[in-house]
């Protein structure tokens, strides 16, 4: 029922679109290039609904390039029971989350979620990696077109493809 209801958003924007055009781009200018106006002024406006997502989607794209990999320490991690280091939710005291810090970007925020593995004798990191979430533009939350408010555009997650394998690799148990 969603798609349907985009196909109609979209449908009402390229219409949308074609009158302002029109109007900005009239019989009073010079043959020659008002097609090539029109058509530039289209591409430009077509994008202007979603040009928040595309501003953020490069920042995105070079955190997750940045960060997709695990961390570990090798030596003091082989057979070992680690534990996740966690915080309280400020906003309710009984349940806990993962240490985050939010990268503005444009309009839309990037959550960052670090995941450190902790060794309980010492308190120190030994396999750690980060988790990041996007969620759409102000087009998907004023229209209410995703249940997730994930982007139009791009996959909103990102993360490490070998984060649960390396426990296997190496032996590693985690405790709560």
Request: some cysteine.
């Amino acid at each position: 029922m969603s798609g349907i209801f985009l196909l109609v958003v979209i449908s009402v924007w390229v219409f949308v679109v074609k009158k302002i055009i029109y109007f900005i781009i009239n019989d009073t200018w010079p043959e020659d290039i008002k097609l090539t106006a029109r058509f530039i002024l289209f591409i430009v406006l077509m994008i202007v609904p979603v040009a928040d997502e595309i501003i953020a989607h490069f920042k995105y794209k070079e955190l997750c390039e940045k960060n997709s990999n695990v961390s570990i320490d090798i030596e003091n991690a082989k057979n070992k029971v680690l534990k996740l280091r966690t915080e309280r939710d400020p906003n309710n005291s009984k349940y806990i989350r993962m240490p985050m810090r939010v990268i503005k970007v444009a309009s839309i925020p990037i959550i960052e979620e670090s995941y450190d593995y902790i060794e309980s004798q010492t308190n120190k990191v030994v396999v750690s990696y980060k988790v990041y979430q996007v969620k759409g533009g102000w087009l998907i939350n004023t229209l209410g077109l995703s249940n997730s408010n994930s982007p139009l555009l791009f996959d909103g997650t990102c993360y490490p493809a070998e984060r649960f394998t390396i426990f296997r690799k190496y032996n590693i148990k985690r405790s709560d």
